[in-house]
């Protein structure tokens, strides 16, 4: 069964009636007294006033005591306390979500900031270190990481003390390129002085038969054979300076000093045989260059990293034209030059492929001619304008643990013909083909000290024989 509840209008409407009844009805309400006020209570359940009734039959002067308008007052005031509680409890509220609005706010940028390390630790990570901030400075020796905030910061909360085990030392960048060969490495970094000397020995023998005249049959021939037997050694000792200009422009000076040493040996055969020995030997400066790198873009993940060259090459050198020469135009001295200036614009790369290093490049060396006008023999010489080459290398750097690394390549140049006025004739020599295989080794002496040496095998006719040559760096920053 369903109870009944009648609102609070309705209750006081039907206590009013009931005391009306009372009033005009009195013969019925002498029956109503004799009825105990309980019974009058159940017999109007729906009114709910029992509550009313019993409090008011179990205290006579209550009413006295407390009227009903002072009960009212007491619970509007009861009500107005709850409600100044609870406004305070807002108020407390809104204090405390401004609190936490100020702390998401922080950590909102203190995300940012570690979100900008994380992307600086994981180019790192990738080899994508500014390639300027190694060269000249070993194999990783001096380089300063990005700065991370250290224990306490606001930035990030790091332990102040070791946990874990350290993860083995990876090789840099550095390492991997330090044996590759000059010119082909990372820039220096900006303010740094590195002075670099270097030794390279060359040799080179060439032998050659030439037949001027007629064969009348296989075997019998009539004219002049001539057969040349050449060996020439080369030691060229190197200052070399480079400065970082900038974090990608780099300037470098190399003055060379050459010593000469050619053995040729010529037999010619006419109606008896004539065998002439030469024995030459020259030293002095050679030529001067002057060069500059510039990187164009910054490391990212593997891709490359392009450097432009411009080099260009003085005569500081004794040029071909300046030794002697005999009655038959043989040259009684030795150049320790070229004798004409040269620019020679390249473009480099490397590209992080761990664990490996891949560099390459291209160049164009353009030999500006002149007019030499000298009596060599009994002829005249002219305009010479040497030839210009074209070349282009590949290979790997691979470091083997952080103080060995070694490289692998392949170098080509193509010289195109020399054009010489000799006379009133216009001479053209042939063009040639000089294809060399490179192989580098770097290792570390000290956190400084680098030693690198690289050899270079001729795999051309035109080629030398064989290169070797030593570097060591020094310096840092001025």
């Known amino acids: 069964m369903t109870n009944l509840s009648a609102p609070p209008v309705l209750r006081h409407m039907g206590v009013a009636a009931v005391g009306l009844s009372a009033v005009f009805a009195p013969s019925q309400a002498k029956a109503y007294e004799a009825l105990p006020l309980e019974c009058l209570c159940d017999a109007l359940p729906f009114l709910d006033t029992a509550p009313t009734w019993n409090a008011a039959a179990g205290a006579p002067g209550a009413a006295a005591e407390s009227p009903p308008a002072a009960s009212v007052e007491s619970e509007i005031d009861a009500q107005r306390r709850i409600i100044a509680e609870q406004r305070a409890l807002i108020d407390q509220q809104n204090v405390m979500l401004a609190e936490q609005r100020q702390h998401i706010v922080k950590m909102q940028g203190q995300l940012i900031t570690q979100q900008a390390q994380i992307d600086r630790l994981s180019s790192f990570a990738l080899a994508e270190a500014p390639l300027d901030m190694f060269r000249g400075t070993g194999m990783g020796q001096g380089i300063a990481g990005p700065a991370l905030p250290g224990p306490g910061s606001d930035a990030v909360a790091l332990p102040d003390a070791p946990v874990g085990e350290a993860p083995p030392p990876s090789e840099s960048t550095a390492e991997r390129v330090a044996a590759v060969p000059e010119g082909q490495g990372v820039l220096t970094r900006a303010g740094n002085l590195i002075f ?13 038969l030439v037949f001027r005249g007629i064969e009348l049959i296989p075997g019998i021939q009539i ?14 000792g190197t200052a070399s ?3 970082g200009i900038s974090d990608r422009l780099e300037a470098e000076v190399r003055i060379p000093y050459l010593y000469r040493n050619d053995r040729i040996e010529v037999v010619q055969q006419r109606d008896e045989g004539i065998v002439r020995s030469i024995a030459l030997r020259e030293d002095g400066v050679g030529d001067a260059e002057f ?11 593997q891709k490359p990293i392009f450097v432009g060259t411009l080099r260009v090459k003085s005569d500081t050198g ?3 034209f300046e030794v002697g020469y005999d009655e038959f135009g043989v040259a009684t001295g030795l150049a ?5 200036w040269a620019v020679q614009p390249g473009l480099n790369f490397l590209m992080p492929s761990d664990p490996a290093v891949i560099y390459g490049g291209a160049a164009y060396l353009y030999h500006i001619p002149r007019d030499v006008n000298k009596l060599v023999g009994e002829v005249l010489i002219g305009r010479v304008d040497p030839g210009d ?3 282009a290398n590949i290979g790997f750097g691979f470091a083997l643990n952080p103080r060995f690394s070694f490289s692998l390549g392949y170098r080509h140049n193509y010289i195109f013909p020399t054009k010489t006025e000799i006379g009133d004739t216009n001479q053209k020599s042939n063009y040639i083909h000089v294809g060399s295989l490179n192989f580098g080794m770097s290792y570390r002496l000290t956190e400084r000290d680098v030693l690198n040496m690289g050899f270079e095998i001729g795999v051309t006719e035109d080629a030398p024989d064989v290169s070797i040559t030593l570097r060591m760096p020094f310096g840092g920053k001025l």
């Open 291 to 301: 060069s500059l790198r510039y990187q164009f873009n910054r490391p990212v993940g």
């Open 389 to 391: 080459a074209v070349s």
């Open 196 to 208: 670099e000397p270097s030794f390279e020995y060359t040799r080179s023998s060439t032998n050659r």
């Open 318 to 320: 004794k040029g071909p």
């Open 223 to 236: 004219g002049l054979i001539e057969a040349t037997d050449a060996d020439r050694d080369t030691l060229v």
């Open 336 to 340: 320790t030059g070229s004798g004409f």
């Open 241 to 243: 300076l480079r400065y």
